[in-house]
């Protein structure tokens, strides 16, 4: 079966170990110039009614970075990570998206992909016949096509398969699995962990990966995310819960708001979302 590499997936490296702590501490130093991603007053609408949805939104990551982006439901933080990987539903009607240097919006959604952007989405969709280990083999070879290195065959990827496969916390009869067929919600949500941890990124949009995981699942998934961020790759994680940030630490948290940010700050922002809800933090209302 002929299938195109998902836009999830970066051939450009590997991620490395590091634990948390010690991203953070290099990321004081690694974040003053190198911006990663660039969002200048975007705007984009929905292609089958024309309704406009982002509406000027302007965001800067830089490496290092774990960035958080919250807000009501229909607010537009999905859309926004969307337009991104360059979703067919979606037009962009302006601004500008710079990615490691290059114009984001020129590129189609696989380059976008082969650029160095992995997105998790908040239903992931299933790939009937075809088992998750041919996926990630098929996947993990692209990459390496890309970066002019030879292909491996199954047997020759086992290992590294089984590394990430322990990374997440997932038994090793998920490989022979069908993507996501017949996968929970949360077996679903770890098996996009395991693709990120397989194929890299150097940004990773996780659009509420926290949700329908119990306890358990959400600690595996956060363990599994801060061992795959580095000093030099980024985070932005869609999210409407406080369990999670707790655990990845994001170093700047947004509150999205009729398809813009309206409001920046730090996780002691959630504190005040928690206690008095978004009208407290909103710059808008
Ligand atoms: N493809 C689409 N077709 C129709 N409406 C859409 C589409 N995509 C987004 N919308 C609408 O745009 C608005 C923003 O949706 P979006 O999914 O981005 O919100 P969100 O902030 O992620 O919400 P939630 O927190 O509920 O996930 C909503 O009103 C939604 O119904």
Redesign the pocket.
């Given at each position: 079966m002929a299938l195109s590499l998902p836009i999830h997936s970066s051939p450009l490296r590997f991620p490395s170990i590091s634990t948390s702590s010690t991203r953070r501490r290099t990321f004081v130093v690694a974040s003053a110039s190198n911006p990663l991603l660039q969002v200048n007053d975007l705007r984009a609408k929905?292609?089958?009614?024309d309704?406009e949805?982002l509406r000027g939104v302007n965001l800067t990551v830089n490496q290092g970075e774990v960035h958080a982006v919250m807000?009501?439901?229909?607010?537009?933080?999905?859309?926004?990570?969307?337009v991104l990987v360059g979703h067919p539903?979606?037009e962009v009607t302006g601004g500008s998206v710079v990615f490691k240097g290059e114009n984001l919006l020129e590129m189609e959604p696989e380059e976008r992909s082969l650029a160095g952007l992995f997105m998790s989405f908040?239903s992931p969709v299933e790939i009937p016949g075809v088992s998750n280990d041919e996926f990630l083999v098929m996947a993990y070879n692209a990459r390496r096509k890309k970066l002019g290195l030879p292909e491996l065959g199954p047997l020759e990827c086992f290992p590294y398969l089984m590394e990430k496969l322990q990374l997440v916390n997932m038994k090793p009869d998920f490989l022979n699995r069908n993507v996501n067929e017949g996968f929970s919600g949360g077996e679903r949500k770890r098996n996009e962990i395991l693709q990120l941890a397989v194929l890299g990124a150097d940004l990773a949009i996780l659009?509420?990966i926290d949700s329908g995981l119990d306890v358990d699942a959400l600690r595996d998934v956060a363990n599994a995310v801060n061992r795959i961020l580095t000093p030099s790759n980024s985070l932005l994680m869609?999210t409407?819960y406080r369990r999670i940030l707790d655990l990845l630490n994001p170093t700047h948290v947004h509150v999205?708001e009729k398809?813009q940010i309206a409001k920046t700050g730090d996780i002691s922002m959630v504190e005040a979302i928690e206690a008095e809800g978004y009208e407290s933090v909103s710059a808008l209302t």
């Open positions: 929905i292609v089958e009614s309704l949805i807000g009501k439901n229909g607010s537009g933080k999905s859309t926004f990570a969307k539903d979606y908040q659009d509420e869609i409407h999205m398809g």
